[in-house]
């Protein structure tokens, strides 16, 4: 076993997603303490230029046309061909769909240790992990064989992760990718003609402490007076009281509005790597754990309906002077 730390490099319509970056800035501190060179893993097909802008010592890239968008099987199968001929010191993966899909196959298909939700590296080389809905941070150490890692947002910015330097490039050959369970067949689309959430400056964010579909018209009145835009965490959107257009989290958009206020949100990992890029959170909820509360600049423990009506009331006072 080397002391090398790699990292799957995720990427998706020909853009590196912001965890890629934040895996190579946690792959960075984890070298210093534990490892060797950072080296990342790039699958795709006419992608190598997406390793340019990473903070890693090299990249092994494989280049193959089943390999141009994420799919688990082509995915998996090519890691189990390029570990037998490698054997890092431990293996980063985003904390998403792509990353939880293909490190928990891994772990099992190769009997290979793994750490979830890492949050950030620890002085000491610990890996500081947020569990149980970001109310337990867990302090584990590397086991003595190559450890898996699955990495959540916020312990480190993207930018940590990027460099004008590119890094050298080491090929791979893929196995055979033929006879796949899984083919990626199209991308779908939201529909046009709503609000792009994305390029809103202010958003009111709604979460299940919404409680019911009628209540969605506080935060649009609240929206409207401010100038912003509604948008909403997965338990709102899948009961159908906004579309998928409005959604916030790993499944949806990535936002980064100058002002994101969260009503009645917990904050799940899903949505928290979503939203970490805006410049204001301010988090309104009843639960004072609520992992939310981690990442927001200001915070009020109450609940919602006793913040919304005396905050309209006010805005209107205000507008209305």
Excluded at 254 to 259: A, F, G, I, N, R
Aim: glycine share 8%; aromatic share 6%.
């Amino acid at each position: 076993m080397t002391q090398d730390i790699f990292l799957l490099i995720e990427h998706i319509q020909g853009q590196v997603s912001d965890i890629s970056y934040i895996m190579a800035a946690a792959a960075r501190e984890l070298a210093q303490n534990e490892g060797d060179s950072v080296i990342g893993i790039l699958f795709g097909s006419g992608a190598e230029g997406l390793k340019d802008s990473l903070a890693v010592d090299k990249v092994i890239y494989c280049d193959h046309p089943t390999l141009s968008e994420f799919t688990s099987d082509a995915y998996k199968r090519t890691l189990i061909s390029l570990l037998e001929d490698y054997s890092p010191r431990a293996i980063l993966f985003g904390n998403t769909t792509l990353g939880a899909d293909v490190s928990s196959s891994l772990a099992a298909h190769l009997k290979f240790p793994i750490i979830n939700s890492c949050l950030k590296i620890s002085d000491s080389g610990g890996i500081i992990s947020q569990i149980c809905g970001g109310k337990i941070m867990v302090d584990s150490q590397l086991a003595d064989k190559t450890t898996l890692i699955t990495v959540n947002p916020g312990g480190y910015k993207p930018e940590e992760g990027q460099s004008s330097s590119s890094p050298e490039t080491i090929t791979f050959s893929p196995p055979d990718l033929e006879n796949l369970k899984v083919q990626l067949t199209q991308y779908i689309e939201p529909e046009a003609g709503d609000v792009d959430i994305s390029q809103e400056k202010i958003l009111i964010a709604i979460g299940r402490g919404i409680q019911t579909e009628d209540n969605i018209e506080l935060a649009d009145e609240l929206a409207e007076l401010l100038g912003g835009a509604v948008c909403a965490s997965r338990p709102v959107i899948d009961q159908g009281w906004l579309s998928t257009s409005r959604l916030v989290g790993r499944s949806g958009k990535k936002v980064k509005p100058d002002l994101y206020l969260c009503l009645g949100i917990s904050g799940a990992t899903e949505h928290i790597e979503a939203i970490t890029d805006s410049k204001t959170i301010i988090a309104v909820n009843s639960d004072p754990d609520a992992p939310i509360f981690d990442i927001a600049q200001y915070g009020i423990e109450v609940d919602l309906f006793d913040f919304i009506d005396p905050l309209l009331e006010q805005i209107e006072n205000a507008k209305n002077d």
